[in-house]
């Protein structure tokens, strides 16, 4: 059984910085892209970050660009996403999906086939 589990999420100044975590199990992690979503409420889900199965290749969302990080550790089955320069407009349930295949176009949810339980990330003014 495929599972993610997000954790890392919290409240934050503005200006700070965060990282969240996502622990994969189920599957042969390092054959598969992984990606972070975000939602705020009232608004659609959009992609903030994607990484290839090597780590090679990674894509971020504009909004995000120069100020988040994406990372794995295959060794230890886990992705992040770290979260420096924070603003308000970050705060969302941040969500890691697994990716259907080695590559994964971030703003693709059809890229991706799991989806973890989210975390919370507000950013105080």
């Known amino acids: 059984e495929v599972q993610l589990v997000e954790s890392g999420g919290g409240l934050v100044q503005a200006g700070g910085s965060l990282r969240v975590s996502c622990a994969a199990s189920?599957?042969?992690?390092?054959?598969?892209?992984m990606g972070w979503f975000r939602q705020a409420p009232g608004k659609e889900r959009e992609g903030v970050s994607s990484i290839s199965s090597s780590g090679l290749t990674t894509t971020y969302a504009d909004s995000v660009k120069g100020r988040f990080t994406i990372s794995r550790d295959n060794a230890k089955n886990t992705v992040f996403l770290e979260m420096s320069s924070l603003k308000p407009e970050d705060t969302a349930v941040y969500y890691c999906?697994?990716?259907?295949?080695?590559?994964?176009?971030?703003?693709?949810?059809?890229?991706?086939?799991?989806w973890g339980q989210g975390t919370q990330v507000t950013v105080s003014s």
């Open positions: 999906a697994k990716g259907r295949w080695t590559q994964a176009n971030m703003t693709n949810s059809y890229d991706y086939d799991y």
């Open positions: 189920g599957f042969s992690f390092d054959e598969y892209a």
